[in-house]
Every structure is written in C-alpha cells, then in structure tokens.
Nanobody, 124 residues
Framework: QVLLVESGGGSVQAGGSLRLSCVAS????????MGWFRQAPGKEREGVAL????????LYADSVKGRFTISRLNGQNTVYLQMNNLKLEDTAMYYC?????????????????WGQGTQVTVSS
C-alpha cells in the first residue's frame, strides 16, 4: 500500500512561512488525489488543501485561501504545502493523505492513506 512520509514542520512566528513536504512510495503512481489535513489538540481533523494528481486542479479550505499553496514536484513522488503568513490558529499536526478515488473532496473520509504527521507551531 501507499506509504506517505511528511517533513518540514517546526516552530515559526506569526507571519512567517514554512514548506511541508510529503513523499509517497509503494504504488504511488496510482494515486489520484493527495491532500493536506491538520488536527489541533481536542479538535477534529480538517482538510486544508487538495491536489488532483492528473489535471493538477486544487481545492483549499477557506481559512487558508491566499496563504497556502499545494503543489507537486514534477516527475517526483513529492507534494508540497507552502504556508505563508502563518497565523496562531494554523498551529496543528499536519498530515499528508492520498486516495485512489476517482473523485475527492477535503473530507477525511475521502482518503484512505495517511502519513505520520508533522507538527507546525505558530507563536506570537
């Protein structure tokens, strides 16, 4: 099955930037959608960004539009989440996810494969 490994998390001051990376392996060529999700303590996991791996269309949560960008490294099994103008409310564990589904949204139930997570902490 697909193996996903995230990296790039860390601590940053509000207004700063981070870039998260997700490397996919094991049958990764069959992935149709990849996404980034986040979960803060005591809260449900929420979708952040979605990328169609074939036509490269994207979908973002309203809370991150204009600040976050999901992209794919051409020719590589790597997806990025560029996070700019970070806010305190962006603090969470960020997870990379993948699915073979023909159609997907930012719902967690649309995804079957998950990475281990990388922590992002934004401070004032």
């Amino acid at each position: 099955q697909v193996l996903l490994v995230e990296s790039g998390g860390g601590s940053v001051q509000a207004g700063g930037s981070l870039r998260l990376s997700c490397v996919a392996s094991r049958y990764s060529d069959s992935i149709k959608f990849m996404g980034w999700f986040r979960q803060a303590p005591g809260k449900e996991r929420e979708g952040v960004a979605l990328l169609d791996m074939y036509n490269f269309t994207t979908l973002y949560a309203d809370s991150v539009k204009g600040r976050f960008t999901i992209s794919r490294l051409n020719g590589q099994n790597t997806v990025y989440l560029q996070m700019n103008n970070l806010k305190l409310e962006d603090t969470a564990m960020y997870y990379c996810a993948a699915t073979y589904k023909y159609y997907s949204t930012l719902r967690t139930t649309d995804f079957s494969y998950w990475g281990q997570g990388t922590q992002v902490t934004v401070s004032s």
